[in-house]
């Protein structure tokens, strides 16, 4: 291998490593030391890969962030054009591909808020891209008059990132049929002509 696919190759892995324990057991309590031994790479290749730890959370977070944000604008794009089968399109892709693997949405859902600062940049970026792909997807559809669509679609976010809180905490998680049919009710309510 070159130079740079041995660095790519030690990249992935440390991002492999991380996203298993980062979500388990946790951000503040993983090592570079553990992290490399994970990774099955020295301390000194680490920081030729990533600046910190924070650095490596944060390209584990974006990933994840990216990659649902492939998934549900391209369920929604392929939705038949309605705000009710945009939404659940919409919610359903997020949902499933989140809960698909729990360290994505411990990563994306709790260990993001247990970072403290280190992600807050991160996040927004996150927030911000979710909400204006809301407002994208709702803006051929009558709003509740005199309502912030911005601030509408930041609103039900939040709304959808404390279920899948919930549903990683709670001792009897609800069913993922039942998380879609809740957030999908919100939108719809908060989105649609009251």
Known sequence: ??????????????????????????????????????????????????????????????????????????????????LDDRVKAGIRAYIEFTTADWRRARIMHVEVRRSGDVLTLSRQRAIDAFARLVEDASADFVHPPGLNRRLVALGVVGALQELLIEWLHAEAPPPIGELVDVAAHIFIRSLGTP
């Open 1 to 82: 291998m070159s130079a740079e696919q041995r660095l790519a190759d030690r990249r992935e892995r440390l991002m492999t490593a991380a996203y298993s324990l980062y979500a388990k057991p946790g951000f503040a309590e993983t090592t570079i030391e553990r992290l490399c031994s994970e990774a099955r790479i020295s301390n000194r290749a680490f920081y030729e890969c990533f600046g910190s730890q924070e650095e490596l959370l944060q390209a584990c977070h974006e990933r994840c962030v990216d990659e649902s944000l492939a998934v549900v604008s391209k369920a929604v794009q392929e939705a038949p054009n309605t």
